[in-house]
């Protein structure tokens, strides 16, 4: 007779081992599915309106040279065709003055921005690692020997993330008040934070020569993305200028709201205007994208 | 858990003369006191809650507590109290305008005064009215979406105050927290 229990005894354990790994399994994908459905539902929570309407952007961009030989601004829109399934990108990228090939640079992120595209509303931190990997990209090329900023917004139903590097503004005019979103990220952040933490003021840090010189910027190897982690609800009549410092420069950014009545070409009109009636000596390129939300086509 | 983070700083006044508390047992228990140049000499609103919550039962509402520190407190300091319990709601009380900050649904808004539900995530702020009034709620909120933890958040907060004033504005207090 042949002893059999070996055998069974050897089924059982691997019976035993299938249905561990099977149970296993089945409890990490139903956490992640979990856990994917919490998110989705939190992102649906901001990204509904309240009045039960959607918003819609009413987009336009301006540029100009200013004083400069080049242009080393450059903007990207994402197809406003997709808007509905993947929402809006919106991005402004300035070329570093003094550094070599900022124009090229500039372009450079707008067309591989435009590569990475569709990006998820959802995955902001996917979305920074995209914009690290060309900045990584700009590294390898020009060693810090040129870079770029680049400040861009992901409008998504009535929500928008946000990702920044360097010092473009993302401005918020919202019931007649602007604000820079975005943090600069220059040497005055260090200046300011030092001072602070001593209990002095921090005139120095403003008046220090160097002290706008950009910490972080496309073109910085492995560089810290600014970016959301949850989306800022929208509101009717927001406006959201995304810009280059040669805007900024020419217009304080408390100054901002008296041009932001009307559509979003009205407001593009009055600040180019405004900006080149300045008639400053040493005007820098300026770019911008305005985008108005607004309830109604009409 | 909760992370927290505090900045006190005299601006361009000859002294601090607010007070920020914070205390993480049993409750965590944050107060931010607006003070005043001629209760410099005066026994420390921070120290008279400590004691007060020292002498209060586990039970005891937020309302009670306060009733006891307004018995020992001079009456026109301005301050806020707020309390967050292990089923993460956050009880606060206000007197005069110390100010929380909720950071909730894509929006800020102010924190009333009473019971509030809190879910993971969410960020409060407080601070006196030297801080906040150098802030939009557009600011504080993107400040804190884009913020790793509380220390990051308040260093950001800081920096738009120092933008507009260097931080020659009078005392400035303020308490953020994530849940």
Partial sequence: ?298 | MIDYACFKHKGNAENYYDEVFVSELPFFTAAVFCGKEEYINTLSCAFVLSEVLKDSKEGDQLETICAALDEKIPEDIEYLVLRIDDSLKVDSLRRGQVLACIANNGEMMTLPNGIYGLKEGDMIVCSVKNFYSNLTNEGMLADALISSDCNEWMDYMVRRVSDKTELLCGNLSAVCIKV
């Fill in chain 1, 1 to 298: 007779m042949v002893d059999l229990s070996y055998l069974v005894e050897s089924a059982r354990l691997w019976f035993f081992i299938g249905m561990t790994v099977i149970g296993t399994a089945f409890l990490v994908t139903l956490y992640f599915f979990i856990m994917y459905i919490l998110k989705v539902r939190k992102i649906r929570k901001v990204t509904s309106s309240g009045g039960g309407y959607l918003l819609y952007c009413d987009a336009a961009y301006f540029k100009g040279k200013g004083k400069r030989k080049n242009q080393e601004d450059s903007l990207y829109i994402s197809p406003i065709a997709d808007s509905a399934t993947n929402g809006t990108i919106f991005a402004v990228s300035d070329g570093m003055g003094g550094l070599a090939d900022g124009q090229v640079i500039s372009r450079y992120v707008t067309e591989r921005l435009a590569e990475e595209y569709p990006y998820s509303f959802e995955d902001t931190e996917a979305n920074a690692a995209k914009i690290r990997k060309i900045s990584d990209e700009v590294y390898e090329k020009y060693r810090l020997g040129g870079g770029a900023t680049l400040a861009m917004i992901h409008v998504y139903a009535n929500a928008m993330n946000f990702y920044s590097l360097g010092d473009s503004n993302i401005i918020l005019v919202r019931k007649g008040t602007a604000t820079v979103l975005n943090p600069k990220q220059n040497y005055i952040s260090y200046l300011v934070k030092k001072y602070a933490s001593a209990g002095e003021n921090t005139h120095e840090a403003y008046i220090n020569k160097s002290s706008k010189g950009l910490m972080d910027f496309v073109g910085n190897l492995n560089s810290k993305v600014i970016r959301t982690s949850s989306p800022i609800r929208l509101m009717e009549d927001d406006v959201i200028i995304i810009c280059s410092d040669g805007v900024t420069d020419a217009i304080p950014v408390v100054t901002v709201p008296r041009y932001t009545d009307g559509a979003a070409t009205a407001i593009a009109e009055k600040l180019k205007l405004r900006i080149r009636s300045a008639k400053r000596k040493r005007q820098d390129n300026y770019t911008a994208i305005v985008i108005k939300m607004d309830s109604s086509l009409f």
